[in-house]
């Protein structure tokens, strides 16, 4: 993989996820390479660069790509950055390219996605009314226009299609360019991650169809939401959606103390959630976060004895 390609497919988002740290609503973060009380280091995530305005710092002067990111975060030499940087892709040699590439356009089109909420007043009203911030919980929005400013780009639309994202449909727009069905058009979008933290596939949410509740996983769906809790976890809840998840994500009480993670519906409980929670050896209590009608109960009495057959001393 060459340099050209690492940037290509690792965006500045995934590499500060990667490191835990996640810029302010105005994409201002404290720089990690220096003490700094008020944050100096401004992210550029349409150029995928970072630049601190600090004299005080030593990246100070120069705008930092990804690599360079990555090799003063690991105070490292380039080549050894380089390494890294193929590592936060997934780039090891157990991985597959197909997996890796889908890595890579998801989570291009997520950060995509989440600044979309910023220009768009109905998915911020929704988002609202459902009692979350896009400024807490990371939230992405799909007007189903992404495709339209980048019709030149082949490569994209052609991963959008092969993953989902956009639906060929055969024939010619009106400017005679090939038409395409964007999927998940006007909802509200959450990354499903793998175990290391990369998106591996969205959920999305209608915003104009609430009565019936529109909302689609991408073909292929895998990954946990809001991702996989970590091994010292001691007390888990389970919702029954995503939308619960993030509603309990943003009560700083419950979330202090507990870790959460949200099933697929009522029959959602997957082979990956299963392999998730049996692998917490601290995991002392799990509390199920379902409705309270019919199918919520019926998953609670098919899914607790399940769990408390696998895990004997969990509450």
Same mark, same amino acid.
């Given at each position: 993989?060459?340099?050209?390609?690492?940037?290509?497919?690792?965006?500045?988002?995934?590499?500060?996820?990667?490191?835990?740290?996640?810029?302010?609503?105005?994409?201002?973060?404290?720089?990690?390479?220096?003490?700094?009380?008020?944050?100096?280091?401004?992210?550029?995530?349409?150029?995928?660069?970072?630049?601190?305005?600090?004299?005080?710092?030593?990246?100070?002067?120069?705008?930092?790509?990804?690599?360079?990111?990555?090799?003063?975060?690991?105070?490292?030499?380039?080549?050894?950055?380089?390494?890294?940087?193929?590592?936060?892709?997934?780039?090891?040699?157990?991985?597959?390219?197909?997996?890796?590439?889908?890595?890579?356009?998801?989570?291009?089109?997520?950060?995509?996605?989440?600044?979309?909420?910023?220009?768009?007043?109905?998915?911020? /009203?929704? $988002? *609202?009314?459902? %009692?979350?911030?896009? @400024?807490?919980? &990371? +939230?992405?929005?799909?007007?189903?226009?992404?495709?339209?400013?980048?019709?030149?780009?082949?490569?994209?639309?052609?991963?959008?299609?092969?993953?989902?994202?956009?639906?060929?449909?055969?024939?010619?727009?009106?400017?005679?360019?090939?038409?395409?069905?964007?999927?998940?058009?006007?909802?509200?979008?959450?990354?499903?991650?793998?175990?290391?933290?990369?998106?591996?596939?969205?959920?999305?949410?209608?915003?104009?169809?609430?009565?019936?509740?529109?909302?689609?996983?991408?073909?292929?769906?895998?990954?946990?939401?809001?991702?996989?809790?970590?091994?010292?976890?001691?007390?888990?809840?389970?919702?029954?959606?995503?939308?619960?998840?993030?509603?309990?994500?943003?009560?700083?009480?419950?979330?202090?103390?507990?870790?959460?993670?949200?099933?697929?519906?009522?029959?959602?409980?997957?082979? /990956?959630? $299963? *392999?998730?929670? %049996?692998?917490?050896? @601290?995991?002392? &209590? +799990?509390?199920?976060?379902?409705?309270?009608?019919?199918?919520?109960?019926?998953?609670?009495?098919?899914?607790?004895?399940?769990?408390?057959?696998?895990?004997?001393?969990?509450?």
């Amino acid at each position: 993989m060459t340099i050209e390609q690492i940037k290509t497919e690792l965006t500045l988002s995934q590499v500060l996820h990667y490191y835990h740290l996640k810029p302010d609503k105005n994409l201002r973060l404290s720089c990690p390479f220096h003490e700094d009380k008020t944050p100096s280091m401004q992210v550029y995530y349409r150029t995928h660069t970072a630049y601190c305005f600090s004299s005080n710092c030593k990246t100070h002067g120069k705008a930092m790509d990804v690599i360079d990111f990555i090799m003063y975060k690991e105070s490292c030499t380039k080549h050894e950055a380089i390494l890294k940087a193929k590592e936060v892709i997934g780039g090891g040699a157990t991985a597959a390219n197909q997996e890796l590439t889908r890595i890579a356009v998801l989570t291009k089109m997520y950060t995509y996605f989440k600044n979309g909420v910023h220009n768009s007043k109905p998915a911020k /009203e929704y $988002i *609202e009314q459902r %009692s979350l911030s896009h @400024e807490k919980t &990371e +939230i992405g929005y799909n007007s189903g226009q992404f495709h339209h400013g980048t019709r030149k780009d082949e490569a994209l639309i052609k991963s959008c299609i092969e993953y989902g994202l956009l639906l060929d449909l055969g024939t010619k727009s009106r400017t005679g360019n090939p038409a395409y069905k964007p999927f998940g058009k006007w909802c509200i979008v959450f990354a499903l991650r793998n175990k290391q933290g990369q998106i591996v596939s969205l959920y999305f949410r209608s915003i104009i169809d609430n009565n019936k509740c529109r909302h689609y996983y991408l073909k292929g769906r895998q990954g946990l939401y809001p991702r996989y809790p970590k091994v010292e976890t001691k007390k888990l809840i389970l919702t029954e959606s995503i939308i619960d998840a993030a509603s309990l994500l943003e009560q700083e009480a419950i979330k202090s103390k507990y870790k959460i993670l949200s099933l697929y519906g009522t029959n959602g409980l997957t082979a /990956e959630h $299963i *392999e998730a929670v %049996s692998g917490l050896k @601290e995991l002392n &209590e +799990i509390i199920f976060f379902l409705n309270g009608d019919t199918p919520g109960i019926k998953a609670v009495e098919k899914y607790a004895p399940m769990l408390k057959g696998m895990l004997p001393s969990v509450k």
